[in-house]
């Protein structure tokens, strides 16, 4: 129970930090948003009037209590930049809820794939004697995890896209249109996310594998009479699988959080996208709490993580 | 006199044309299949950016206004001639001492809620941009009319405090239905062509044919879907799988590269594009410092470089359209430079061997980006150490434009159909005047423009004005690019404007 306690504790602190600091980032960068906003046309009157409307008026320390009171009641607060029909600005919960599932979707769908490659792929390389396919795998591995994002994301566009014509680049429909158009077409982004993440994964299977494979359980089972294969698959997983499971969690909480790079070369309208353009555009209040969220994503599932790796070994527990 | 100025108006007309087809591109599709338009269908148009609200009051982005005025229209309309033709009014009358405008309204225009429009909508409408009704004028302009009145039904005498002749174009600004910009739940209602069906934040906006449109015939289009590009990259893209069919803002080498895959239409943009000098920083206070950098640069090869020559140079503050008020200023530092005089000037300002200068530059501007590093080698050459400071649009905004904490920028400036928009900001005591240019001659005969009762009048003073500031070297101005449009090949009736618009009224899918 005081593992609960603690966990919350940290939570809100770390949420309270974190606002904190990217308040006053927001008040540091140049450019502010009534600036964005009027662009070349500002009049005194007009920049006095929205600065009231949008309560810029008030001293940085109030708007900060305002601002988290509102969360603390609930309330996100209403985009600066973003209008819902003539005359009202769009409510964040409401932003951020249409953004929401494109950003989720591609997460699911990237994690899958990684999920279904790594661990085979991870499997193999560890019982592989072939010196060949080893040499390969660690070129292939160590490759896909040094490509930047955003060339791969280019890369998966022109192969796919242009020369395999697979799927056209651009013409994202919505998931509100024709769900599975829209999952078709997360199917390419989701690839160039979930290269990397193969790799990487895949390496570290490999390596806690071969770990395991000179535990002194091994020898035992061995000596039994054990076949290769069954200490493999009985054995060796088992425990090989483990830091696995914190490494998928850590790439869960990072595609949950928004792929930025990536929604940006898809066109795909994101989190991680709308996050970008409210940076550049200032809209504070959707910034503010777009951090949050991707603050307690990733809080959140190291918490699971952490619980599920307890379930999963016993010695933690103990410990 | 009048035979003189048809000729060179037929000239004039005659290079325009000349300047169209430079790049291997038609001026207009219209005239050539206008027999072969057909009614219905969809048109995906790519935009650049995300809009900056659905007010057509208080929108300021030139890239909204140039969506909206497929929704919204005012008493009167600007044509693709840049003539005002009435919209929501049929006609209107100004009296003689120029101080009242009355205007009969159109019968029978409707608001796309099917509405009639009345006198009380046109006078809320007004009073709400001109400041009458909160006290905050929304378009400044209008902050010049003192009062609203209803004659009858159909008739709606506008009252102004001072003679202005340009104050007309200012009579475009939306008519809305009476209440509905305090109504919390509005939907953008007007009276144009296309009537407003969504808006998704990121990805764009939705509009769909006003079957009631007061023009019988138009639009042609069923729905038209302004999608947000996030890339030329994938604007390109996008072009080519079909999945959109217009783009209008190519650039030099991507209109080159996909023109042989589809229509792509050139005409002269409404944007004066010069490297801007802030006249208030050393050494830039001195005139024969910033006459130096005007001769320094070779407009010629900035042109060629960076807009492949389809650009119209200029050396004055005005838009060669404006074609009345524009002053060729080209010979007053050649349309080449001239490096000798620029080193010279700098040897008796004492800058012998030249000094350190910033250019800094919105980043998100392509173009403007290539024209520095352009500008830049060329300034060098004369010994001015030029080096490029690329900026974000916001930090651009706050630094240079507000603040002016600045040396030299590269920008455009997007003008409207009134010449005095494009020279008024650069009186000594404008806030617009970001370069801080400050010249007591300037401000005198501007304060003479202001009273003046006709165009005429105002044509010569303005003139004059763009002289001042080009002999000053208050700026020092580059060109004017064009802008190019792609289109699917089975499109047509796409129609250039003056000012900076994208009326999809007139667009059509061919049989």
Redesign the interface.
């Known amino acids: 129970m005081t593992y609960f306690i603690k966990k919350i504790a940290t939570l809100i602190i770390t949420l309270f930090l974190v606002s904190v600091l990217s308040f006053l980032a927001f008040q540091i960068i140049?450019?502010?948003v009534v600036?964005?906003?009027?662009?070349?046309?500002?009049?005194?009157?007009?920049e006095q009037?929205l600065r009231e409307e949008l309560g810029l008026d008030k001293p940085p320390v109030q708007r900060y209590i305002n601002w988290a009171s509102g969360i603390l009641h609930g309330d996100l607060g209403v985009?600066y930049?973003?209008?819902k029909?003539?005359?009202?600005m769009?409510p964040v919960t409401e932003?951020i809820g249409?953004?929401l599932p494109v950003t989720l979707w591609l997460g699911l769908i990237s994690i899958i794939f990684t999920v279904l490659f790594a661990i085979p792929l991870g499997v193999l390389w560890a019982g592989t004697k072939n010196r060949f396919l080893d040499g390969a795998l660690n070129v292939l591995t160590q490759g896909s995890m040094a490509i930047p994002s955003f060339f791969l994301g280019i890369l998966v566009?022109y192969l796919f896209?242009?020369i395999f014509k697979m799927f056209?680049?651009?013409?994202y429909v919505?998931y509100k249109k024709d769900f599975w158009a829209f999952v078709l077409y997360l199917i390419f982004p989701a690839i160039a996310i979930a290269i990397p993440k193969i790799g990487m994964t895949a390496r570290f299977l490999r390596n806690s594998t071969l770990t395991e494979l000179r535990a002194d359980y091994v020898r035992t089972a061995k000596s039994k009479g054990a076949s290769d294969k069954s200490i493999l698959f009985k054995h060796v997983l088992r425990n090989a699988m483990l830091p696995v499971v914190t490494f998928v969690g850590m790439i869960i909480a990072e595609v949950i959080a928004g792929s930025i790079v990536v929604e940006?070369v898809f066109?795909l309208?994101g989190v991680g996208?709308?996050l970008i353009?409210s940076i550049?555009?200032?809209d504070f209040p959707v910034v503010q709490v777009l951090i949050l969220y991707i603050t307690m994503v990733v809080i959140l599932v190291y918490f699971v993580v952490d619980v599920i790796y307890r379930e999963l070994d016993p010695r933690i527990r103990v410990e | 006199m009048k035979k003189v100025f048809t000729t060179f108006l037929v000239t004039l007309l005659a290079m325009t044309a000349l300047c169209g087809c430079a790049g291997g591109t038609e001026a207009s599709s219209e005239d050539k299949t206008s027999k072969n338009a057909t009614y219905g269908g969809t048109v995906v148009v790519g935009i650049q950016q995300?809009?900056?609200?659905?007010?057509p009051h208080k929108v300021?982005?030139a890239g909204t206004k140039e969506i909206l005025f497929n929704i919204f229209e005012g008493l009167v309309k600007c044509d693709e001639n840049g003539d005002l033709t009435g919209a929501v009014a049929e006609n209107y009358t100004l009296s003689d001492d120029g101080l009242t405008y009355t205007f009969n309204l159109r019968p029978g225009v409707k608001f796309h809620n099917g509405n009639t429009v009345t006198a009380e909508d046109v006078k809320y409408s007004l009073e709400r941009a001109s400041?009458l009704l909160d006290?905050?004028?929304?378009v400044?302009t209008l902050s010049a009319i003192t009062a609203v009145d209803i004659v009858d039904e159909k008739t709606v005498r506008v009252s102004v405090g001072s003679v202005n002749p340009e104050l007309i174009y200012s009579f475009t600004t939306a008519i809305?239905p009476n209440g509905?910009?305090?109504?919390?739940?509005?939907?953008?209602?007007g009276t144009g062509p296309f009537r407003f069906v969504s808006?998704?934040?990121?990805?764009g906006i939705v509009v769909q044919k006003n079957e009631d449109y007061y023009i019988k015939g138009v639009p042609y289009l069923d729905e038209v879907d302004f999608k947000i590009?996030?890339s030329a990259e994938?604007?390109l893209?996008?072009l080519r799988?079909g999945?959109?069919q217009i783009y209008p803002y190519l650039t030099d080498s991507e209109a080159t590269e996909i023109q042989s895959e589809m229509q792509v239409l050139a005409a002269p943009s409404a944007v004066v594009q010069a490297l801007f000098i802030n006249n208030d920083v050393e050494p830039l206070n001195d005139p024969k410092v910033r006459q130096a950098i005007c001769y320094a640069i070779n407009r010629e090869e900035v042109s060629g470089f960076v807009a492949g020559g389809d650009a119209t140079i200029i050396s004055s503050a005005m838009l060669p359209t404006l074609s009345s008020y524009y002053e060729d200023l080209n010979g007053t530092y050649g349309l080449t430079g001239d490096q000798e005089k620029a080193k010279q000037l700098l040897a008796e300002a004492g800058y012998p061997d030249g000094f350190d200068l910033t250019i800094t530059i919105p980043s998100n501007y392509e173009f403007h980006m290539e024209t520095g590093e352009v500008v830049a080698e060329q300034l060098k050459a004369v010994g001015i150490n030029a080096k490029i400071d690329a900026v974000?649009?916001?930090?651009w905004?706050?630094?240079v434009?507000?603040d002016r904490k600045y040396e030299t920028t590269i920008c455009g400036?997007t003008g409207d159909m009134t010449p005095g928009y494009l020279l008024n900001r650069f009186v000594s005591d404008s806030?617009?005047n970001f370069i801080n240019f400050n010249s007591p001659e300037y401000d005198s005969v501007y304060a003479n423009v202001l009273e003046c009762k006709s165009m005429g009048e105002r044509g010569i003073l303005y003139k004059e004005l763009q002289k001042i500031l080009v002999d000053n070297a208050g700026t020092a101005f580059l060109q004017v690019p064009a802008l190019k449009v792609a289109l699917a090949n089975n499109l047509g009736g796409y129609k250039f404007y003056p000012v900076y618009v994208q009326d999809m009224s007139s667009v059509y899918y061919t049989k």
Do not use: H
């Open positions: 140049p450019g502010d600036n964005s906003i009027l662009g070349t046309e500002a009049t005194p009157e007009r009037q985009s930049r973003y209008s029909n003539m005359n009202e769009m932003l249409d953004k566009t896209g242009i056209i680049p651009g013409a919505s940006q066109s309208p996208r709308l353009s550049s555009t200032r | 995300d809009i900056d609200g659905l007010d300021t982005a400041g006290g905050t004028p929304l400044s809305i509905s910009g305090e109504d919390s739940n509005a939907d953008p209602i808006y998704t934040p990121q990805e590009v996030t994938t604007a893209m996008e799988s999945t959109i974000e649009w916001n930090t905004l706050s630094d434009y507000t400036i806030p617009k």
